[in-house]
């Protein structure tokens, strides 16, 4: 299961930080990532990190300004958010998978979701 925190509004240039709390077979995880969809697109990829070896992947629009992070001992990820943008506004999903696929900057790519949490950057 895994759980979204961390959402909320912001004003533009300032930052936020997401946390996902994963339980059950963490130890079987492979890989785990934040995705985003606002309103009318599709959901996007945003970051993924190899949950045992710590290797880390970003979408083109969120390199630079954004770092994904996981707490191994507490089952946590994290994504900290810096220069947020008003295009940054979307629900945010947390998302798992068990084994190495080449679909891992689609959902595809992927098993198991969060609910999502909210993001709103205003201008």
């Known amino acids: 299961q895994l759980v979204e925190s961390g959402g909320g509004l912001v004003q533009a240039g300032g930052s936020l930080r997401l946390s996902c709390s994963a339980s059950?077979?963490?130890?079987?995880?492979?890989?785990i990532g934040w995705f985003r969809q606002a309103p009318g697109k599709e959901r996007e990829f945003v970051a993924t990190?190899?949950?045992?070896?710590?290797?880390?992947y970003y979408g083109d629009s969120v390199k630079g300004r954004f770092t994904i992070s996981r707490d191994y001992s507490k089952a946590i990820m994290y994504l900290q958010m810096n220069s947020l943008k008003p295009e940054d506004t979307a629900v945010y999903y947390c998302?798992?998978?068990?084994?190495?696929?080449?679909?891992?900057?689609?959902?595809?790519?992927?098993?198991?979701w969060g609910q999502g949490t909210q993001v709103t950057v205003s201008s």
């Open positions: 998302a798992a998978v068990s084994y190495y696929n080449i679909y891992f900057e689609t959902p595809r790519g992927y098993e198991s």
């Open positions: 990190v190899d949950w045992n070896s710590d290797t880390t």
């Open positions: 059950g077979f963490t130890s079987d995880y492979y890989g």
